[in-house]
T-cell receptor, first 113, second 114 residues
Framework: KNQVEQSPQSLIILEGKNCTLQ??????????LRWYKQDTGRGPVSLTI?????NTKSNGRYTATLDADTKQSSLHITASQLSDSASYIC????????????FGSGTRLLVRP | NAGVTQTPKFQVLKTGQSMTLQCAQD?????MYWYRQDPGMGLRLIYY???????DKGEVPNGYNVSRLNKREFSLRLESAAPSQTSVYFC?????????????FGNGTRLTVT
């Protein structure tokens, strides 16, 4: 069964600290992996898209890694800011189609001053 | 540049009532989607439209109908609302139907069915 599991479910960190969010997937055939940020009351916004051959991709203070062999991805946030408080959703695409997406249930991050 | 606009933002229905959720995008995207988001679960695809004039069922289509009115607009209709349809509904669009096209989401419609 195609699944995307994220951990932890929730996380609280102090402003300025770094954190890493995890995503494990059992999706086959794999096409790409995406990370989205969803602010409370808003729709998800794309952070990165990584294909099979990409190990690392950065978007400002966000760095995503992908290990296609172990089917794991991580999202590292550097020097966190209050505005990073949001849910982070891992999404895996299969069958090379934009409507064949498996969404994780997200990690809720709270950054405290 | 508004992106993807959804109306209404909030709605309360009684069981058995009907309503249509509206979605419009101004990015000239070919593909549009309707998702629902429930607590503790990932987004699930209800219906999608790969291009103007076509619609297809997603993972959870029962109880819903859609209309791709034109390239910009994609509506979702609940004919007879049920409490199980209480959810947050998101419309999204993408430039293509390939997996490398990022989805652009609206800000959702929060629907409660009593």
């Amino acid at each position: 069964k195609n699944q995307v599991e994220q951990s932890p479910q929730s996380l609280i960190i102090l402003e300025g600290k770094n954190c890493t969010l995890q995503c494990n997937y059992t999706v086959s055939p794999f096409s790409n992996l995406r990370w989205y940020k969803q602010d409370t009351g808003r729709g998800p916004v794309s952070l990165t898209i990584m294909t099979f051959s990409e190990n690392t991709k950065s978007n400002g203070r966000y760095t995503a890694t992908l290990d296609a062999d172990t089917k794991q991805s991580s999202l590292h946030i550097t020097a966190s800011q209050l505005s990073d408080s949001a849910s982070y959703i891992c999404v895996v695409s299969w069958m090379d189609s934009s409507y064949k997406l498996i969404f994780g249930s997200g990690t809720r991050l709270l950054v405290r001053p | 540049n508004a992106g993807v606009t959804q109306t209404p933002k909030f709605q309360v229905l009684k069981t058995g009532q009907s309503m249509t959720l509206q979605c419009a995008q101004d990015m000239n995207h070919n593909s549009m989607y309707w998702y629902r988001q429930d607590p503790g679960m990932g987004l699930r695809l209800i219906y999608y439209s790969a291009s103007e004039g076509t619609t297809d069922k997603g993972e959870v289509p029962n109880g819903y109908n859609v209309s791709r009115l034109n390239k910009r607009e994609f509506s979702l209709r609940l004919e007879s609302a049920a409490p199980s349809q209480t959810s947050v509904y998101f419309c999204a669009s993408s430039g293509g139907a390939d997996s490398n096209s990022p989805l652009h989401f609206g800000n959702g419609t929060r629907l409660t069915v009593t």
